[in-house]
């Protein structure tokens, strides 16, 4: 506007006739008439780039969604094989859109949806890739010898009252940095690896950073890429006396052939205990000591919700009930109990710091007896003698 200013006070009808030699009255009429026209067209064109230049971005919302799509493309350097498969991509990443646009424009939710690595899948897609088998259950023949018969219940009488209000294991330095598992689907091994990362520093005051891709390749009683079990996981970590560190046995994200014999193995554990099921006071006193795994469970209409979680306390239903299976496997790295609203669990994912609140989820303690997503019936963390 500035410039706008400058100009209606700086330029007149005469300034723009005053190159020509005037030689009668009419021609001067004539002249300062088209001299008017041209100094709105000036002025005009000033005030509209002035305002353009400034006025700011428009909010990604506001974007176009091809222009929306482009930028998504550009931020997770996504490309396709083709246009067919580019345009595919960008009717459901519109679906998606749609779809997150329409969840935070309604009142009174506790959490928010947003754009992430997943935003151009179908629900179907992603359940296919990530919601993999986690349960801790014993296939046919698939038990180690050397395990019990029946995991070891951990047992503690406390009441809620005596527990803290509130842990968070990150402000002890005990949670590495999020991991993104990428397309394979070894939840399993990445909880497993976390908890144990936890339990090494709490111990010994060393975070390690430990390698996925040694249990991916070498635990023979889980599925790979396929899914597994974290109770699998921690068995072979008994077994080995611990893990190779992430730099020696890097994860590629494919299973490959096993190396464990040509590496070095730390924190090593003695075995691992079971929370009793459906006992919210138990997971609350098991991860007041450590990080613990847990699984959770979904259903097709919790998914895109689950998909597309960008912030705030993940509220799964009125009874808390997300599906029927053991889907997924995550770590409890604290919660609260004193926030004003909604009391959480902390729970780190593996699906890159672009999920979700740098890889994390709060998730409300409220929900049925199994609790929310019925992660109180697979909750197990690894132990040291």
Known sequence: MHACRFIISHLTPIDLVCLKPLTAR???????????????????????????????????????????????????ERSYKDDLEKAKRFEIFKKNKEYVESFNRAENRSYRLGFNAFSDMTDEEFTAKYFKNCSRGPGPQRRRRHAPPEPP????????????????????????????????????AFAAVAAMEGLNKIRSEILLD??????LDCDTDSFGCAGGSVMYAFEYAVEKGGLAMEIDYPYVGVQQTCRDADVDTFAGISG??????????????AVAKQPVTIVVSYSAG????????????????????????????????????????????????????????????????????????????????????
């Open 153 to 188: 219940l951990f047992q503690e009488n406390v009441s809620l009252e005596q527990l803290p209000p509130s842990v968070d294991w990150r402000e002890q330095g005990a949670v590495t940095d999020v991991k993104d598992q990428g397309g394979c689907g070894c939840c399993w």
């Open 272 to 285: 691992y205990r079971v929370v009793p099921w459906n006992s919210e006071t138990a997971l609350r006193s």
């Open 26 to 76: 009419s021609d001067l009429m004539e002249y300062m008439i088209l001299a008017s026209s041209l100094l709105i067209l000036l002025v005009t064109w000033a005030c509209t780039a002035t305002a353009t230049a400034t006025a700011p971005a428009p909010a990604v919302e506001e974007l176009p969604v091809a222009e929306h799509f482009e930028r998504w493309m550009i931020r997770h």
């Open 302 to 385: 919790f998914v895109p919700s689950f998909k597309n979680y960008d912030g705030g306390v993940f509220v799964p239903g009125p009874s808390g009930d997300c599906g029927t299976g053991v889907d997924h496997a995550m770590v409890v790295v604290g919660y609260d109990t004193v926030v004003p609203f909604v009391p959480f669990w902390i729970v780190k994912n593996s699906w890159g710091s672009n999920w979700g609140e740098d890889g994390y989820i709060r998730i409300a303690r409220e929900g049925g007896l199994s609790g929310p997503c019925s992660m109180y019936q697979e909750a197990i963390f690894p132990v040291t003698s």
């Open 210 to 215: 430990l390698s996925e891709q040694q249990l």
